[in-house]
């Protein structure tokens, strides 16, 4: 499956929007605007592109509490996100969920659970609406290395396998589960070797690399569709921020990993540079492309803060809406 | 309007048989609800109707079944996800209460969860301290959810047909010992309203609110109560979550006395509930402490004799109320 240049430089903007938002984060916590706290995916950019560039505009996909990457690679309004960091009126739920609560419904990207592997059964569920339906939609279930040490994973991956369906699960392996490395977390590191166990395909890739992460889940997703049943694919990243989660610290430090290891990745598995790299050897784009690229993608930042700071907060009555539906005019 | 007399057991499988006649969306999935037709019997003839596309049986797995029908409901589907036993909802409570309940509200109020979560609970037939719980009181904590327990065939059939045609995520519990009681049930569809108490017998001296198997008892009670000339008003709540507190507001301002009455055990109870809020509203129409029945906080008991001992029986809402007039 070859990628179009035209696909390709829509992809490398949509990686550099998901890189200038989480970069930016931090700083924006540390000013007391983001609420709570959030979840950045430095390094993970290739994976969320590559993913949902592989996807029918209604396929359904389910997130993770590190979702911001995610919605915006599923072509989400980066100011409604933004918003909804911010917990202002104007964001996605307006200001209930905050950060970890991120969905687009319009975009048929069903939103992200808070609880590390809570969703992935229920990724799997709307994909037997789908088959039930028989509307041909196939979805994707995101979730990280952490989570696959949840139970929920071998239920999900289980039950989704012996009723076969349309669900493609991904897992991004950043290396860490909260500040556990890999080795401390999985028996088997090799995630994907476990989904001989629930009689599915299960393929590690390189997360950092965008053609193989879209080419991928192309086929995961198309054997989905054609009532083939569920796959695993786990991309391998890492996490490029310091911390788990943005959190008030003294030291926002990486004492948790071996020195030198965030900097070696930040040098040499970089997906936005090595992609950036790749692409102008490929003839798609030169040096003054990618910046217009990259200057597009900040303008854009830009304005989302500029709305996002102007927003509203939320009128205090309003936490009292959204609980429960309208029981009128149902069915 | 015909009317028959079924079981509560037959009453359920009856209104998840003509739901999914009526719509086909709706479907259930659990452990052993197919050709086996359920560990208590309230599946039965679903899956000779309707096959395995739409009557699922699942692995062991109760995590999975309330997760995949949490995303079935998002996609468009109606699901009835059984959970064996109320015991085991612990087992996927997270998803009931972090994903289920809340996932409408995290999204901003955008997707309409409509599904049915319905499981067997209470005990009283012998099977010991983790088949015989009732954890209503767990799940009215948890804005989100609805939740509703019938005590007779036909609130049974006409509560999980709301349940099923509703917008919102509903519990729905059945009490092991009513399963076989029979009861009238029309020929004719209908529903009953969740969120409305029913008043089952009027009295003037005392109000009895229950729900589940003490219900049934404190109706018998009531009986034996009036022979002795005492006048018991026995209310249904039915709905637990909305509570149909107005029921029992003008019910306490007609008798000035309250029992309540429920089989789950005393501390945290949803008598406590029951109680705060009537002192809340209705103070100065008591003429009496609120009594609470309910088992005592004790584990249920497998051996028969241990267990009746602990769960509340016809005689300990008799004493209840003798203690308050």
Not at chain 1, 102 to 130: E, K, N, P, Q, S
Not at chain 1, 246 to 270: C, F, I, M, N
Not at chain 2, 34 to 61: H, M
Not at chain 2, 288 to 309: F, G, H, M, S, W
Request: aromatic residues 8%; contains cysteine.
């Amino acid at each position: 499956m070859t990628l179009t240049k035209e696909q390709l430089l829509k992809m490398y903007h949509q990686m550099v929007r998901i890189r200038i938002f989480e970069h930016s984060l931090p700083d924006f916590f540390q000013k007391g605007l983001v609420v709570g706290t959030g979840h950045v995916s430095l390094g993970e950019e290739a994976v969320a592109v590559g993913a949902m560039s592989a996807l029918g505009e209604k396929d359904f996909t389910m997130s993770t509490h590190r979702a911001h990457g995610h919605a915006l690679a599923r072509g989400a309004d980066m100011k409604i996100i933004l918003a909804e960091v911010f917990c202002r009126a104007t964001g996605c739920t307006g200001g209930k969920g905050g950060s970890m609560h991120i969905h687009d419904f319009d975009r048929y990207f069903f939103g992200t659970v808070g609880i590390v592997g809570g969703g992935i059964h229920t990724g799997g569920g709307l994909g037997l609406a789908a088959k039930m339906l028989k509307t041909g939609q196939v979805s994707v279930c995101f979730f990280g290395d952490g989570a696959s040490n949840r139970g929920t994973f071998h239920e999900a991956l289980n039950l989704a396998s012996l009723w076969k369906v349309p669900t493609v699960y991904i897992c991004t392996n950043n290396q860490y589960a909260m500040t556990l490395p890999l080795c401390k977390n999985c028996a088997n590191p090799d995630i994907a070797a476990r989904a001989a166990a629930y009689n599915m395909p299960g393929v590690s890739i390189d997360g950092l690399d965008l053609w193989t992460v879209y080419d991928t889940v192309k086929a995961a997703v198309e054997r989905a569709r054609r009532g083939e049943g569920p796959s695993l694919i786990v991309a391998i990243t890492y996490r490029l921020s310091p911390e788990h989660s943005l959190r008030v610290s003294a030291d926002p430090s990486t004492q948790y990993r071996p020195k030198g290891e965030v900097e070696e990745w930040w040098e040499r598995h970089d997906p936005i540079k090595i992609t950036r790299k790749k692409l102008i050897e490929m003839g798609f784009m030169d040096e003054k492309k990618a910046q217009e690229i990259e200057a597009a993608a900040k303008k854009e930042f830009d304005e989302a803060v500029e709305f996002a700071i102007n927003s509203p907060e939320p009128a205090p009555e309003t936490a009292f809406e959204g609980i429960y539906a309208p029981e009128e005019g149902g069915k | 309007m015909a009317v028959r007399q079924i079981t509560l057991r037959e009453a359920i499988a009856e209104a998840i048989k003509e739901e999914m006649r009526r719509d086909p969306t709706v479907f259930i999935m659990g452990e052993d609800i197919g050709k086996f037709g359920g560990s208590f019997g309230t599946t039965r003839g679903l899956y000779q109707e309707f096959g395995e596309e739409r009557v699922r049986d699942t692995p062991i797995s109760e995590t999975a079944i309330i997760g995949f029908a949490l995303g079935a409901a998002m996609g468009g589907m109606r699901p009835i996800a059984e959970i064996m036993r109320c015991d085991w909802t612990t087992i996927c409570m997270d998803e009931i209460v972090n994903q289920v309940a809340k996932m409408r509200y995290m999204s901003g109020g955008r997707p309409e969860i409509h599904m049915v979560i319905k499981t067997n609970c209470e005990g009283g037939i012998g099977l010991g301290p983790q088949h015989s719980q009732s954890f209503e009181a767990w799940y009215c904590h948890v804005p989100g959810l609805k939740v509703v327990m019938p005590s007779n065939p036909y609130d049974g059939k006409g509560l999980l047909k709301a349940a099923i045609r509703g917008r919102n995520p509903v519990i729905y519990l059945d009490s092991v010992t009513l399963l076989s009681l029979s009861g009238p049930v029309p020929d004719e569809d209908y529903t009953v309203p969740i969120g409305k108490a029913e008043v089952k017998k009027e009295g003037k001296d005392v109000t009895f609110v229950g729900w589940g198997a003490v219900l049934v008892k404190a109706l018998n009670a009531a009986k034996t109560l009036a022979n002795e000339g005492i006048d018991m008003e026995v209310i249904d709540l039915r709905t637990l979550r909305p509570m149909d507190t107005d029921t029992i507001i003008n019910s306490v301002k007609k008798t000035h006395r309250l029992v309540v009455g429920h089989e789950a055990n005393l501390t945290c109870g949803l008598g406590a509930e029951v109680a705060a809020r009537v002192q809340e509203q209705a103070f100065d129409y008591l003429d009496a402490p609120i009594k609470r029945v309910a088992a005592p906080d004790c584990l249920i008991p497998a051996n028969r004799k241990l267990e009746k001992y602990v769960l509340p029986q016809e005689e300990t809402v008799i004493a209840a109320v003798k203690s308050i007039l």
